[in-house]
């Protein structure tokens, strides 16, 4: 019922009466994967009200494409394993905040106020939010520096031995809290995405990345009783 409008180079959705519709479009997606990283918020909060324990573990920038090289390759052996695995949509703009938002809401950027690098509070509730109002636990480990203003104060974690990633850090600290019995854990990792910036996404010393947080993962999933969800947020 609508039609698209090249002018003054942009494209413009028009109704079929010649109303506006959106303006300035900045890209089509065709035929879209059914699963969204949002698919995180509405999945954890199942589990949570089933009484099950969550561990969402977020590679941050790990593209699918990415994730196929990966394991093509042979640079992810644990992530090999993992049956089931989707391509999933991102949402726009494809930087850390806004992904990270529309996961933890369920909600596109237009609705919890996150659509770039310049903001930090979100307009909705965060699945931190439902484990709160559902009286279980939770904590958030992050690299080292806070992402999001949300209901939780993160873990932060520097960069203590100077290698040039908080990976590890982020992995030591996500395992003393494996034994506290928390609800709710989500542990974010960086070091794909630095890596991708570096030296390119399917670089050698991005897969290396790749492969050294394919470990990390194993040895948490393996010490968790509960459910686990993988993805990432671009």
């Given amino acids: 019922e609508s039609y698209l409008k090249l002018m003054d180079n942009k494209i413009d ?46 590679l941050d920038g790990f593209g699918y494409h990415q994730y196929l090289y990966a394991i093509e390759n042979q640079h992810a052996p644990f992530l090999n394993d993992v049956q ?34 310049k903001q ?21 480990i992050e690299g080292n520096m806070k992402i999001l203003n949300t209901e939780i104060e993160p873990v932060l974690n520097i960069d203590r031995n100077k290698n040039g990633a908080t990976d590890d850090e982020v992995f030591e600290a996500a395992l003393d809290n494996l034994a506290k019995d928390y609800d709710l854990m989500m542990v974010h990792f960086h070091g794909i ?17 790749i492969n050294v947080i394919d470990g990390y993962i194993k040895e948490l999933v393996e010490g968790w009783k509960g459910k686990v969800i993988i993805t990432a947020d671009h």
Avoid: C, W
């Fill in 13 to 58: 959705l028009v109704e079929k009466d010649g109303k506006m519709k959106i303006a300035d479009l900045k890209g089509i997606l065709y035929n879209p994967p059914t699963t969204s990283i949002m698919d995180t918020y509405y999945d954890t909060s199942y589990f949570l009200e089933k009484d099950e324990k969550v561990l969402i573990l977020l």
């Fill in 84 to 117: 089931g695995v989707k391509k999933a949509t991102s949402v726009y703009k494809s930087v850390t905040n806004a992904g990270f938002a529309a996961m933890i809401t369920g909600k596109p950027p237009f609705e919890n106020g996150v659509y770039s690098r």
């Fill in 193 to 209: 995405d630095d890596m991708g910036h570096k030296y390119g996404d399917l670089k050698e010393q991005t897969m290396d990345r």
């Fill in 120 to 140: 930090r509070d979100l307009k909705v509730p965060s699945i931190f939010a439902i484990a709160k109002d559902l009286k279980k636990s939770s904590i958030l």
